[in-house]
């Protein structure tokens, strides 16, 4: 499976800033997709990141909140936009394109905001 | 919409005893199936997945088989450890990729 880097690893923002969270892959991968999983909750899919256009975005989120970015086949970013406490949450990136379906998650950059 | 509905946790089991987590799903089409587990302070992880039904996953221990007939993955071991605590996830992918997470399970097991 793919080794999947994600930075930062955790961070700290105060309310109203926007903090960008960089997804690395050591190989080309044809679909990413970035989750985000709230204090005790499960993970929901934000959106799909499509190599090349716009990303497909899950019902409930929109694209002035989380814009991202896939630049090629290994990177992408997700910016968490005009923060605010409801936001802290830990966000992953996974990709996926297996004959089975299944996905693979990187470790998550869990995010405070105050 | 697809959806899956984990049995609710937490659970606690001494070491040695017998787990299972169910996991019902609801799924237009012919979904793949999978159970995930989140270690302390660690990523989410692959555990094992099955693609059809009457399929049968297994990993360190760990069984599900996908039952078509009741749209059932439950999630069994016949001996658990201490080092199985963390929070167990049940998932399934359709053919557009997605993938749709029960709430999860945590799992405690004390000596």
């Known amino acids: 499976s793919a080794v999947i880097s994600q930075k930062p690893s955790r961070d700290i923002c105060q309310r109203g800033t926007s903090l960008t969270i960089q997804c690395q892959v050591d190989?080309?991968?044809?679909?990413m997709f970035w989750y985000r999983q709230q204090p005790g909750q499960s993970l929901t899919l934000i959106a799909t990141?499509?190599?090349?256009?716009?990303?497909?975005?899950e019902s409930g989120f929109v694209i002035d909140k989380f814009p991202i970015s896939r630049p090629n086949l290994t990177f992408s970013t997700l910016t968490v936009s005009n923060m605010s406490p409801e936001d802290s949450s830990i966000y992953l990136c996974?990709?996926?394109?297996?004959?089975?379906?299944?996905?693979?998650f990187g470790p998550g950059t869990r995010l405070t905001v105050l | 919409g697809d959806s899956v509905t984990q049995m609710e946790g937490p659970v606690t089991l001494s070491e040695e005893a017998c787990l299972t987590i169910?996991?019902?799903?609801?799924?237009?089409?012919?979904?793949?199936l999978f159970w995930y587990v989140q270690y302390p302070g660690e990523g989410l992880q692959l555990l094992l997945k099955?693609?059809?039904?009457?399929d049968k996953g297994s990993n360190k221990g760990f069984e599900a088989t996908y039952r078509k007939e009741t749209t059932s993955f439950h999630l069994e071991k016949g001996s658990v450890q201490v080092s199985d605590s963390a929070v167990y996830f049940c998932?399934?992918?359709?053919?557009?990729?997605?993938?749709?997470f029960g709430q999860g399970t945590i799992l405690t097991v004390h000596p």
């Open positions: 996974s990709v996926g394109g297996a004959v089975g379906g299944e996905q693979f």
């Open positions: 190989s080309q991968v044809t679909m």
């Open positions: 990141a499509n190599q090349g256009s716009e990303a497909t975005y």
């Open positions: 169910n996991c019902t799903y609801t799924a237009t089409g012919y979904p793949s």
């Open positions: 099955a693609t059809k039904a009457d």
């Open positions: 998932a399934l992918s359709t053919s557009y990729g997605k993938l749709t």
